[in-house]
């Protein structure tokens, strides 16, 4: 570990700290439908779309309406898509003439984008046209952002509302989020990574001759080898960069190109990468304010923001370790980043970003559910591996997706009240609202569908055989690669050890469940608890209530997320990259 | 014949999602 490395993190987390107080006003002002800067340029455009769509923007739902409209837009929005990716042969912008994308892989990427997932069991620059990029893939990243954010301040609004069931019109509350945050935000965005080197065109591929034509071994598919010699080398390019920005500000992950932001054209330079960082934190860090400011306690949103800050922090210290650290088996080769070898442990990581960017940017996509990757996380050490894995088991609560890691955290402050208010004996209080048996019910459902998902699709894998095909080592790696798969999905995260070739019927049909079901099944509990905390009356605060502002419910906070992610997952962990990083240490890789 | 089964399994998950929804709320206020 070096000293730039550490300056680079925690530069990372003031630029977040920074941003997260003005990103918290504005959503705020645009979610409660006070002035923007921005309200004489969109407020025409609003009005407009209202009227051509019928929206009643005065008209509010209950939270049962409220989440049938999201099923319902969702669903017919993956319907779409997978349309899209059915027909793209015969549709515009399609220069490579690229087939029609096969039923399984069409509709567990359908899931995926609809789900902010974006796992990507495909290489896109082989098998997504430009079309199916923007009109359906890009508007996914838009709008799956838009439904994430939406819930987050329906939940927001149950925190803060009394005696009322009325929670917001999830199309008026999407319309403006599209508008007023993800469009302006990533214009700019793109625009100043297009400044950094980032692509922005309609071309077809170009084919160039290398300067150093290679002579490589070839193993067929009747696994003779042969030797080709390789002189020339085909370029992919596109309409990169206007969905680089969204895809890092709305959490989403999917990359233009199959080595994500590893990738020149994706991200370009370290600035480039800090740029994209601090675009995936944005948000969720801005709703830790937000939930201050619309339940008018200023010092909760805070306590949740120490409570996540707390997390990443431990997070990115173990990864940057264990990756500085390096594998001990490879003696004789130095390791560690010095003035006479700046690199270092470079396995799986771009010389552009090195160590310590990489281990950052590996923890900040799975707190997030972004799932992005600027490095490969397959070939990281076995600990340092385990980092992003835990991060996503945790539920994606450190700062998290958009929207998602606030009401994610959400369900841990139910139980961490709850659990509060068992040990002073007291009904449990939440902002002044009564914590009762359903709404500890709720969350349950919640944590569970996620357990039950995780851990029933990766016990079926391991032990069929289509599912063990896919991987690409044996022993205790293997299992990771599974486990990962489907934490990942089900976390709606994206990002994988990309060692496993997820390619096939059973993964594509098998992940998209588990995106599916971890995102709209988890939601629903968590909206039936808005719904019902919006619905109660406000209680005064008394000796017995357990206080939401300070440190000590930040610790509390932090301790119910570590034990529950602990109980539920650490078995599986301990035969994963725990035994794997014994059995390294003891001499025996995968 | 896939396009068909997948996408009337996608209608099928939001039905039942829809479901879920009405037995969220039907348990509020139900003893358990």
Known sequence: MTANGWFQIFLYLVVIFVVTKPMGIFMTRVFNREKTFLDPALRPIEKFLYRLTGIDQKREMRWTEYTIAVLLFSGVSMTLLYLIERTQKWLPLNPQKLPNVEPGLAWGTAASFTTNTNWQSYVPETTMSYLTQMVGLAYHNFVSAAVGIVLAIVVIRGIARRETEELGNFWVDTTRCLLWILLPVCLVGSLVLVSQGIIQNFKPYTTVELLEPQTVQVTGADGKTSTQQVAQQVIAQGPVASQVAIKEFGTNGGGFFNANSAHPFENPTPLANFIELVLIFAIPSGLTYTLGRMTGSQRHGWAVWGAMAFLFLAGVTATYWAEARGNPLLTGTNQHASASQAGGNMEGKEVRFGIASSALFAVVTTDASCGAVNSMHDSYTPLGGMVPLINIMLGEVVFGGVGAGLYGIFVFVVLAVFIAGLMVGRTPEYLGKKIESYDVKMAMLAVLILTFTILGFSALAVIKPFGTAGISNSGPHGLSQILYAYVSSTGNNGSAFAGINANTLWYNSSTGIAQLLGRFFMIIPIMAIAGNLAKKKTVPESAGTFPVTGPLFATLLVSTIVIVGALTFFPALSLGPILEHLLMAAGKVF | ?32
């Open chain 2, 1 to 32: 014949m896939l396009d068909l089964i997948f996408i009337g399994a996608t209608a099928l998950f939001v039905i039942g999602a829809v479901f879920y929804v009405r037995a969220c709320e039907k348990l509020r206020g139900a003893k358990l």
